[in-house]
């Protein structure tokens, strides 16, 4: 690394309310994403209840969001804002598509995951 590199990201420092306004942001989003699981976790319980399988999927489904959000932050939490916000929505994507194949497996897979009557 050169000084020039070190001394232009010394000179203008992230403010730290742009740096939280991005991790509020997105933190929105996350907590959108924990709401539809455990939405999706009271719609399939209704009816007759969730196996055990049923439970540690979807369970670890409105923990994954949660999980995501934390590892993408410390991931970002050093970097610029924008690198941060990057970092952020790369761990969203991440939970979009694990979002999507875990609804795509209680569909196709709900006899394992709620019993029968």
């Known amino acids: 690394m050169s000084e020039d590199t070190v001394e232009q990201s010394s000179a203008h420092p992230t403010p730290g309310w742009l740096a939280a306004l991005v991790v509020g942001v997105s933190g929105l ?3 959108y994403a924990i709401w539809n699981a455990i939405a ?3 719609a399939m319980s209704r009816p007759a209840g969730l196996t055990g399988t049923g439970w540690i999927t979807l369970v670890f489904g409105a923990l994954f969001p949660a999980i995501v959000f934390v590892l993408a932050w410390v991931i970002g ?3 610029n804002v924008g690198e ?3 970092v952020m929505l790369t761990g969203l994507s991440v939970v979009a598509v694990f979002w999507l194949s875990l ?3 209680s569909i196709l897979n709900m006899d394992a995951l709620v019993p029968l009557p």
């Open 84 to 86: 941060l916000a990057l």
């Open 29 to 31: 989003f996350y907590a």
């Open 103 to 105: 609804v795509g497996y």
């Open 77 to 79: 939490r050093r970097r």
């Open 40 to 42: 999706h976790i009271v």
